[in-house]
């Protein structure tokens, strides 16, 4: 498999709104790779977005979650429910029920990145069944698996996908882990691009913790094909990344990074602030349970322009971001700046 563009970069998927059709296309335009992100959007809205890519005649990639299963420990999920009302009642909205099973609209978005033949497709949260890798690939689409170490990397190589994105604990938002119980997002992405490609034959793109230019030296170096960045794009201006988002993080008020399964009971790497310092130590595993317990919380906070109540998802490279057009963003990531 060859690198087929001018760029070793890939602006990775940022569910949530950062990636837009516009950012993938700007990036596209700059050289590189754009990935839109299916997760949280309908499958209607998804294949609107891939469609209105498409109509611009540039490659782009799709990204989507793999189901996870429904949470074993219900108990702990009913009692952070009743740990988040003071957070409900702050913003007089409703806590939802336990919402146990969810698998994002899998299947249909599956069969739009089919229908429109999407260039690349990349999975998180878990392998994909070997028969969805095939049916894309008949559809000539390139495949994509993130994993987070080498036990990962062997179990998504056996459903034969196109090559592996390596992730880091450095990275921010989720984890791509399949073991979120044993995660402390300790690891860096020169040593979980080591250790995939001792473990399998496929090409690699590396992901956590990239903002300069040397880090991509480093990464390519290390032996990965491509590397894929997500944090260092959120102030693009054609990124549609939240308002309060990108005010705190111009503000350089929050300073550090935390991996936290507060908002959604998936890790994720986020600037602290008082909900993940609040919650973190109770919070339990059940993605996406804890995802729809949290949202109406987040989306008021955001109403309301408090950064101190939303997920404010960043790796560790989050001080390199800039505001500016992605062509910039781009030729400072490649050290043509």
């Not at 059709?21 to 700007?26: D, E, H, I, R």
């Not at 790779?33 to 209607?44: C, E, I, P, T, V």
């Not at 882990?177 to 020169?190: E, L, Q, V, W």
């Not at 109403?303 to 781009?330: K, V």
Request: proline share 7%.
């Amino acid at each position: 498999m060859v690198w087929e563009f001018r760029r070793p970069v890939v602006v990775a998927p940022m569910a949530g709104g950062p990636s837009m059709p516009g950012l993938v296309t700007a990036a596209a335009a700059a050289g590189a790779l754009g990935f839109l992100a299916a997760g949280y959007k309908s499958a209607d809205q998804v294949a609107r977005e891939v469609a209105e890519v498409r109509a611009s005649g540039v490659p782009f990639g799709l990204n989507i979650f793999v189901p996870s299963p429904p949470p074993v420990d219900v108990a702990t999920l009913r009692e952070y429910r009743e740990a988040l009302r003071p957070e409900a009642e702050r913003y007089e909205v409703e806590l939802p029920q336990l919402r146990l099973a969810d698998d994002d609209g899998f299947a249909a978005k599956v069969q739009v990145a089919v229908g429109a033949s999407v260039p690349w497709v990349s999975f998180t949260f878990g392998v994909p069944e070997e028969s969805v890798v095939k049916e894309l690939r008949r559809a000539g689409c390139t495949v994509l698996v993130t994993v987070t170490d080498a036990d990962e990397a062997r179990r998504a190589a056996a459903a034969g996908p196109d090559a592996l994105i390596a992730q880091a604990g450095s990275a921010g938002g989720h984890s791509a882990t399949m073991s979120p119980a044993d995660y402390d997002g300790s690891s860096t992405a020169p040593e979980v691009v080591r250790d995939v490609r001792a473990a399998v034959n496929l090409p690699i793109i590396a992901a956590g913790g990239t903002g300069t230019a040397q880090d991509v030296r480093h990464l390519l170096a290390a032996g990965a094909m491509a590397v894929q960045a997500g944090t260092v794009f959120l102030l693009a201006d054609e990124a549609g990344t939240r308002a309060v988002q990108r005010d705190a993080m111009l503000s350089r008020r929050f300073t550090e990074t935390t991996v936290t399964r507060a908002f959604t009971g998936q890790p994720a790497r986020a600037l602290k602030n008082r909900f993940t310092d609040t919650y973190s130590p109770s919070a339990p595993l059940g993605y996406p349970t804890v995802h729809h317990l949290t949202a109406p919380i987040r989306a008021a906070a955001t109403r309301h322009g408090d950064p101190d109540t939303i997920n404010l998802w960043a790796g560790t490279a989050h001080a390199e971001a800039r505001p500016g057009p992605t062509a910039e963003i781009m030729r400072r990531l490649t050290g043509e700046d």
